[in-house]
C-alpha cells in the first residue's frame, strides 16, 4: 500500500495520476480533511482517509498498512514544525515500510524555508524509519505571471542581479520522479535533487518574455524597496508579501541555481526547463 499526503493539492493530485498509470488503485491509499474532494479518486477505487495533521490518531488510521508513505510537506510555513512532528510520529508508531518526504534542495540555516525542511530530515532520520528525500527546487509555475508582466511592459524587475537564478522544476516533473521512487525498491536512503535542467536567471526571464511577446524585454534591477512597492501596486495580499520577498531573497542568493540531472536519472526523461515550460504555456 502506498499512502499519499496532500494528494488533493497541485502536487499531490499529480503523483496519484502517475501511480494510478503504475499500480493498481486498490494499492493507493491518500489522507485529506475533506474526503469529498477525492469522490472521484473512492470511485476508482483509491482508499480515501479523513486525517488533518493536526489529529495524530487520524494520521495513525490512515498509515497504518503502509509500505510506503509519500509525505508532502504542509502548506503554512509557520506551523510545519508541530503538524511535521506530528506526521513522523505517527508514521514511526504505524511503522511505515519507508517514507519518501518532499523537501528543498538547499540547507540555509538563515532561511525559514529551508530551515523547516531540513529540520523535517533530522526528525525523519531520527525516526529511524527507512527513507528517501526528494529535495524540490522552486516550481515554475508561479513565475509566470512575472514573464506576462515583462512581456506587457517590457521589464522583469527585480533587485536580483544578472547572474543568480533557479533551475526551475514543474510539478509534473517531480511527480513523474516521485512515482518512481515510490513504486521501485532501491531508493531506501537516498537523497534526490529534484530541479530543472537550466538555471533560469533574470536575463534569461527578459530573453524568455522577450521571445514570447517579439519586443524587446530588459531586466531592470530594482532595490527591495521597489520590489515590495511593486508587490503592492500589483494588490498582493499584505499576508503574502513577507513570504514572496523572502523567496526573492533567496533567489537573489545565488544558491537556487545548481542543476541535477536527477529527474532524468529516476524517469528516463530529461526534466523540462523554464524557458520550455513558459513556451509551452504562453505561447
Ligand atoms: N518548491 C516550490 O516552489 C513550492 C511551491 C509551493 C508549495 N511547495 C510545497 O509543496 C507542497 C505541495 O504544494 P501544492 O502546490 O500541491 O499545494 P496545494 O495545492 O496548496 O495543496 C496542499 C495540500 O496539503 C493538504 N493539507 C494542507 N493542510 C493540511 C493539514 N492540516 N492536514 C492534512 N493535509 C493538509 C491539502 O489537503 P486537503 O485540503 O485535501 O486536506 C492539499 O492536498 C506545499 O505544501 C509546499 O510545502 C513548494
Known amino acids: ?133 526528494l529535495r524540490n527546487n522552486f516550481y515554475g509555475e508561479p513565475y509566470l505571471v512575472e514573464i506576462e508582466l515583462a512581456m506587457k511592459s517590457g521589464f522583469y524587475r527585480t533587485p536580483t542581479d544578472s547572474d543568480a537564478g533557479v533551475s526551475f522544476t514543474t510539478r509534473d516533473d517531480i511527480a513523474r520522479a516521485a512515482a518512481a521512487v515510490l513504486v521501485g525498491d532501491h531508493h531506501t536512503g537516498k537523497v534526490y535533487e529534484l530541479t530543472g535542467p537550466e538555471n533560469t536567471t533574470p536575463t534569461t526571464f527578459a530573453e524568455i518574455a522577450g521571445e514570447l511577446s517579439g519586443k524587446t524585454v530588459l531586466h531592470q534591477q530594482t532595490t527591495w524597496e521597489e520590489l515590495r512597492a511593486d508587490y503592492v501596486e500589483r494588490g498582493m495580499a499584505e499576508e503574502w508579501l513577507g513570504l514572496s520577498v523572502m523567496l526573492e531573497q533567496m533567489i537573489a542568493s545565488g544558491k537556487l541555481g545548481r542543476v541535477s540531472n536527477d529527474i532524468e536519472l529516476l524517469t528516463g526523461k530529461p526534466g523540462k526547463s523554464f524557458r520550455e515550460y513558459a513556451k509551452e504555456q504562453l505561447g
Do not use: C, W
Request: charge should be neutral; glycine fraction near 8%; charged fraction near 25%.
Open 1 to 133: 500500500m502506498i499512502t499519499i499526503t496532500g494528494a488533493t493539492g497541485e502536487l499531490g493530485k499529480r503523483i496519484v495520476q502517475q501511480l494510478l498509470l503504475q499500480v493498481d488503485p486498490a494499492q493507493l491509499g491518500i489522507l485529506t480533511r475533506s474526503p469529498a474532494k477525492a469522490a472521484a479518486l473512492a470511485e476508482k477505487g483509491v482508499t480515501v482517509h479523513q486525517g488533518d495533521y493536526d489529529y495524530p490518531e487520524a494520521l495513525l488510521q490512515a498509515f497504518r498498512g503502509s509500505d510506503v508513505l509519500m509525505f508532502i510537506s504542509n502548506t503554512d510555513i509557520g506551523r510545519r514544525k508541530e503538524q511535521h512532528d506530528r506526521v513522523v510520529a505517527a508514521a514511526t508508531e504505524a511503522k511505515v515500510g519507508r517514507i519518501v518526504y518532499t523537501s528543498f534542495v538547499q540547507y540555509d540555516p538563515e532561511s525559514r524555508l529551508a530551515k523547516s525542511h531540513a529540520d523535517t530530515e533530522s526528525v525523519i532520520r531520527a525516526s529511524g524509519l527507512p527513507h528517501t528525500f
